[in-house]
């Protein structure tokens, strides 16, 4: 659950920066919010496969 955790506060943590790029255009919180997808799709990626293991190993 520490995983999910890290999850839900990754997307929380992105919120002020998609408004600061959608509502105000702010291009540098554009980046920022690409580097975070980044991060969480690394981090599901992860999580898909500690899942994977886990179910494989019993």
Do not use: H, P
Request: proline share 0%; hydrophobic share 35%.
């Amino acid at each position: 659950m520490k995983r999910f955790e890290e999850l839900k506060n990754l997307v929380m943590g992105l919120e002020s920066d998609f408004e600061k790029f959608y509502d105000k255009k702010n291009n540098a919180a554009g980046t920022r919010v690409r580097k975070g997808m980044q991060e969480l799709k690394n981090l599901a990626q992860d999580i898909r496969v500690q899942v994977q293991e886990t179910k494989n190993n019993g």
